[in-house]
């Protein structure tokens, strides 16, 4: 897995029908059908390989390769 931005997978969760529920600091929540992901966004950063694979395999519950191809 490369790189991921918190944008690339902002921009995955809106394809996949979460919004923008509301933004603490530097962390936004995106929900969908009462399930709330969290998202770190630091600006002109990658996040790191282990939690971008948390976020995409285990909160969103689709595989990497899916992830990629929704982007």
């Given at each position: ?5 918190a944008?690339?997978?902002?921009k ?41 694979n ?18």
């Open positions: 897995m490369g790189n991921v931005r944008s690339d997978i902002e995955v969760l809106r394809k996949l029908g979460y919004v923008l529920h509301h933004q603490r600091g530097s962390h936004r929540y995106y929900v969908k059908n009462s399930k709330i992901i969290t998202v770190p966004v630091h600006k002109g950063k990658t996040l790191g390989k282990g939690l971008a948390k976020i995409i395999t285990r909160d969103i519950g689709i595989s990497v390769d899916e992830f990629f191809n929704l982007l």
